[in-house]
């Protein structure tokens, strides 16, 4: 079964500093992995995902993520962070063998971003 | 943009009454799916389809059913609401490089 946990409900950066949202997922395949960001009263955005190959993941806004199979992660990074980064951030691994050949997506209970002056 | 719509987007509904969400997409995508969000929770699946008439249950599919008719709607039915489904819905698809896209979701009230 797969299953992520996001560590850290809530996160508060100030502005220019590193951004880190902590993600370690369990799967029983090699995982597919996601990173969705969700603005006040909107739907989730994909921000970027690792499939396989390179193991460093660069998304949209300056994000990006790596692929860590030794540690069961998938960390997402900023270098630095903008007002415009506050919002919510879902990490995701993907459950494959559904009925019709589907798959879904295991959510973890997401990470509130705050980026202070 | 997925090409994804829900309507409505808001509702609020007395415990009892039945209420159908619906999810359309432009792009012809087999695969469909709706999630409820919840604070703690993150997204749940409910229920997701793989062809017109093909459906099958996710995780928290109790109290809710599914029906898709043809390609592009993918409709959700409480049948008989409770304040526990308060909740915001979304409706994704499967588009390409095994990704989901996501709708702008419905706020559902149940008082």
């Known amino acids: 079964a797969q299953s992520v946990t996001q560590l850290g409900s809530h996160v508060s950066v100030s502005e220019g500093a590193l951004v880190l949202l902590r993600c370690n997922y369990s799967s029983s395949v090699p995982p597919y992995l996601f990173w969705y960001v969700q603005y006040p009263n909107q739907g989730l955005q994909l921000l970027l995902k690792?499939?396989?190959?390179?193991?460093l993941v660069k998304g949209i806004n300056g994000f990006e993520a790596e692929f860590k199979k030794s540690e069961t992660s998938f960390h997402l990074t900023k270098p630095s962070a903008h007002m415009s980064d506050a919002a919510e951030y879902f990490c995701a691994v993907r459950r494959v063998g559904l009925t019709g050949g589907g798959n879904k997506l295991t959510f973890g209970t997401g990470t509130q971003l705050k980026v202070e002056l | 943009d997925a090409g994804i719509t829900q309507s409505p987007r808001h509702k609020v509904t007395e415990t009892g009454t039945p209420v159908t969400l619906r999810c359309h997409q432009t792009e012809n995508h087999r695969y469909m799916y709706w999630y409820r969000q919840d604070p703690g929770h993150g997204l749940r699946l409910i229920h997701y389809s793989y062809g017109v008439k093909d459906t099958d249950k996710g995780e928290v599919s109790d109290g809710y059913s599914v029906s898709r008719s043809k390609t592009e709607d993918f409709l959700l039915t409480l049948e008989s609401a409770t304040s526990s489904q308060t909740s915001v819905y979304f409706c994704?698809?499967?588009?390409?490089?095994?990704?989901?896209?996501f709708g702008p979701g419905t706020r559902l009230l149940v008082l």
């Open positions: 690792y499939t396989t190959g390179a193991t």
């Open positions: 994704a698809i499967n588009g390409g490089g095994e990704t989901q896209y």
